[in-house]
């Protein structure tokens, strides 16, 4: 994964790093580093671009940002994949002397070895797409032609999501030929990858019609451990049932490399499974391990069905393993029949593609794989130690090879459709009249200024006939019509082992998809000669279910009516399927109706009320807010601390505001902050009141004699780390709740079954008592405070009035516990939030009310004289 942004960071510099010769009019791009990788080059009008897997190994030094470049090391030639480059080599040639196919037209390619190799890989597309001049000089109209206007290639779906991810990015086509994963189908993530081979999501449904064709309800699936894998795993479970009617006995996980314990545990789960189909979606080298544990068991009487990555593996159609495998079913990429391509490749020399000017063309390495040669001059120790030069005369017609066996064309012919898909998108850009072209304006794409985007436009409009008679166009995410052959391993009378293709599975954009199969002509390798049955228990009628008898696979079941909330509305349903969560099973258990749902909402009159209350609330304390410092001069703001009060309102309004949090259908979010909310909100208001009694009583104590040494503790300083350090307390309280145990929203259907309530449960009972109760602690001091103040004289406290209004809150949160244990659902919401209105209005009415009586109506009571007096009355 580092080599990968690795790779993307090298992209960047590749195209930012540039020396700005003017601002306005032109900068140049310094190409940083050259990426020597293995390839064959041939100039053009136009270049396409090609990945292809001609070495199997690597050895992988990883990126270098010094002036040394670092040169990956690839061997062990892999014979198929140099006949793939050579395949899109002769259509390029082909589509070159065809007079009606871009015509005036010269195509050329840049075809790079991956070495199966993900970083490797992405070097090579970045090559492509960067190009290999030293400087490239931007105009101000940014025009020109990308070095390669499209790319054919990945052969692996890993490395396609890699790649395709960043050239998605500058929307440079990308056609794959052989990355089946159902991923790649995601327009959103890969808006310029198109492929010629079908995805296996197409792939899994032609299994699926198999397994339905011949009966079988009850199959194994065996995948392998990688995205191809993975994903086919993910479209059985979801498409299996839906369009097969069947089931999976078992799913299991085929280990990379030598593991004798896992493959063990896994044949042993094939010899207990009474499922008689097995599904290997896997690769060869899977197929190899785990067919060594089968023959060791002697594991026999099963019917296999392969996914396209070993269908056609010739190691594995062996007399050895034929008494297992004989009768396999699979899936193939579609057979092509490609004229000429034999007598291209068989014509191919050294000297006539030798214009690599590094060293890496995989011509003269395929040359000295074949006829086990060296090139001078780097054969002076191979010739010494008795080994043959490279004449570049040899002649591949004398040396039995499978480079020239032409008989079973199957990437191959993908490989040409893709060539030829990018032709036929570049001859309809051409055909573009002006003035009618699909662009802004009507305008047309032209060559000499072609964007990348403009192509993929084209791509996704393509439509042709191969010569073989396949029609070859893309849907809307980019996947060819998809074809599969349908192919038998037969084992004959005499031993020969062949693989017969006996049908066919396709989509057309008439008929969608069929099958079409030739019974005659499949191999069946048990003795009745015939299909074998796997199935388990007979069909069960809608609103029932499969359910599994005890001690047996999940395929043997009994049939068991729905339960309520579930339904089945087919004939052997595996299961019954749960109604989503706003649905309930109807009384026939076949259909799903819709579900009542019940939560405090913004739409019902109770909500609106409290809404409406909760807003009013909060107005009313930014109403006394604005007369309390419009009116801060005046004796009776200044009297009675005009701070305290100010935050004393401001903590009021958030909590009428907090009130809101509980109203409407509950969210992560809002369950966690609601509670938080409410708790700080509270403990900051009775925070402040609680000072506001305890500088009451400083003061007063101050007045007599010899108290003047108290107030130094209740100065404005302390009284705000006062405040700050209670509600910090309580801040901490709730943040240990939700780490440890958070609220959450709830769907509770113990109420009624055919309605939802949705709540918020508090997670932590413990962590919600002790934010009430630190509340009720502080509450309960400040009540007991401002009683002992009560007497004091008038001027210098206003204990009565928080003495009152410290009893309504303590009373109205006595009240609302029970209140709220016995509430279910929205009305315990409602419980609390109209604790929370009552306890907050008794707080402002009872705190703030007199204050602006005397402020508002009373203004001759507000002098320093009438405040005086009333001390003096008493």
């Known amino acids: 994964m580092w080599a990968f942004f690795d790779m993307l960071l090298m992209l960047l510099c590749s195209y930012f790093s540039s020396a ?29 671009g090609g990945l292809f897997q001609i070495h199997f190994f690597s050895t992988y030094p990883g990126l270098s940002y010094t002036s040394e470049p670092q040169q990956p090391t690839c061997h062990g030639f892999d014979v198929l994949g140099f006949r793939q480059a050579q395949t899109m080599a002769f259509a390029i040639d082909e589509i070159n002397r065809n007079s009606h196919l871009l015509p005036n037209v010269t195509l050329g390619y840049s075809l790079y070895d991956n070495c199966l190799q993900l970083g490797i890989g992405f070097r090579a597309a970045l090559t492509l797409t960067s190009g290999l001049e030293e400087k490239v000089t931007l105009h101000e109209t940014c025009v020109g032609t990308p070095p390669v206007l499209g790319i054919v290639g990945d052969s692996s779906s890993t490395r396609s999501i890699a790649i395709s991810t960043v050239l998605g990015l500058y929307r440079v086509p990308m056609v794959s030929y052989f990355a089946t994963c159902s991923c790649l189908s995601d327009r959103q993530k890969f808006p310029s990858f198109f492929r010629t081979i079908p995805s296996d999501a197409f792939q899994v449904r032609a299994m699926i019609q198999i397994l339905k064709y011949f009966g079988w309800t009850w199959a194994g699936l065996l995948i392998s451990d990688d995205d191809y894998g993975l994903h086919a795993a993910r479209s059985f479970q979801t498409d299996l049932g839906p369009s097969g009617g069947g089931c999976l006995a078992y799913t299991e996980i085929l280990p990379w490399g030598d593991n004798p314990a896992e493959f063990r545990r896994i044949v042993d789960l094939m010899k207990i499974s009474t499922a008689h189909v097995v599904i290997v979606f896997a690769h060869e080298s899977h197929m190899i391990d785990l067919m060594k544990e089968v023959v060791r068991q002697n594991v026999t009487g099963l019917q296999w069905i392969a996914s396209e990555a070993w269908t056609s593996a010739a190691v594995l159609q062996t007399p050895h393993l ?70 570049g005369h040899e002649d591949v017609e004398n040396v039995e090879s499978e480079f020239l066996d032409i008989s ?30 699909p662009f802004s304006r009507s305008s047309c794409a032209y060559l000499q200024r072609l964007e990348p985007w403009q192509l993929v436009y084209y791509l996704e409009k393509v439509n042709f006939t191969t010569p073989f008679g396949d029609q070859v166009s893309f849907d809307e995410n980019g996947d060819v019509l998809p074809i599969y052959d349908i192919m038998n ?66 395929c043997c079941f009994d049939c068991i009516p729905c339960s309520e909330g579930k339904i089945s509305n087919k004939t052997d349903s595996m299961e019954c399927t749960s109604c989503q969560e706003d649905f309930w099973s109807s009384p026939q258990r076949d259909h799903c109706v819709l579900k009542k749902t019940e939560f405090l909402s913004y739409h019902e009159p109770l909500g609106i009320c409290l809404a409406t209350i909760s807003l009013l609330g909060a107005f009313m304390c930014a109403l006394v807010l604005c007369i309390f410092i419009y009116h801060r001069q005046t004796p009776i703001v200044r009297a009675n601390n005009s701070e305290l009060s100010f935050q004393l309102l401001l903590s009021l309004k958030l909590c009428f505001l907090c009130s809101l949090l509980f109203i409407g259908r509950p969210k992560l979010w809002t369950c966690q ?28 104590k101050a007045s007599k004699p010899g108290g003047e040494a108290s107030l130094k503790w209740f100065g404005a300083v302390q009284q705000r780390g006062t405040v700050l350090v209670l509600t910090s ?107 929370i209105l009552a306890s907050s209005f008794g707080l402002l009415l009872a705190l703030f009310g007199p204050k602006c009586y005397i402020i508002l109506l009373r203004p001759e009571k507000n002098t320093k004289k009438a405040i005086m007096g009333r001390r003096t009355e008493s």
């Open 20 to 48: 700005v010769s003017s601002p306005l009019y032109s900068s140049s791009c310094q190409l940083r580093e050259h990426f020597h990788l293995n390839g064959m080059h041939k100039a053009g009008d136009v270049v396409l």
């Open 729 to 835: 307390v309580q801040a901490a309280i709730c943040t240990a709740w939700l780490v440890s145990s958070s609220p959450a929203p709830h769907k509770n259907t113990q109420y009624h079954n055919d309605k939802i309530v949705y709540e918020c449960v508090v997670g932590s009972t413990i962590g919600f008592a002790v934010l009430l109760g630190y509340i009720g602690l502080l509450a309960i001091l400040s009540f007991l405070l401002a009683f002992l103040a009560r007497n004091l004289p008038d001027s210098f406290n206003e204990a009565k009035l928080i003495t009152f209004s410290m009893l309504i809150f303590c009373a109205l949160w006595v009240a609302f516990v029970p209140a709220y244990i016995s509430s279910p659902g929205k009305y315990s919401d409602a419980v609390e939030v109209f604790a």
């Open 673 to 700: 902050l609601r509670h938080a909310a409410f708790g700080i909100s509270f403990v900051l208001c009775v925070s402040c009141i609680l000072v506001k009694t305890m500088v009451v009583l400083a003061v007063f």
């Open 489 to 554: 391993w037969q084992w004959l009378p005499d031993g020969r082992i062949t693989v017969q293709n006996v049908g066919e599975v396709k989509k057309s954009a008439l008929k969608g998809e069929e099958l079409t199969l030739d019974e005659d002509k499949i191999f069946w390798n048990f003795e009745s000669k015939e299909p074998p049955r796997s199935v388990c228990s007979e069909s069960c009628p809608p609103g029932t279910r499969m359910a599994r008898k005890k001690g047996e696979p999940e």
């Open 322 to 391: 034929m008494p297992y495998l004989g009768g396999t079913l699979g899936i193939a990429i579609r057979r092509g029949e490609i004229p000429g391509l034999r007598e291209f490749m068989s014509q191919i020399y050294p000297d006539l593609h030798h214009n690599n000017s590094y060293g890496n063309n995989v011509v003269n390495q395929f040359w000295e794989y074949t006829f086990k040669c060296r090139f001078a001059p780097a054969a002076a120790g191979w010739v010494e130690a008795g080994g043959a030069l490279c004449t």
């Open 408 to 437: 079973n064309l199957r990437s191959e012919y993908n490989v040409y459709k893709a060539v030829y898909a990018l032709a036929y998108a570049l001859d309809d850009m051409m055909q573009c009249e002006p003035g009618r072209g």
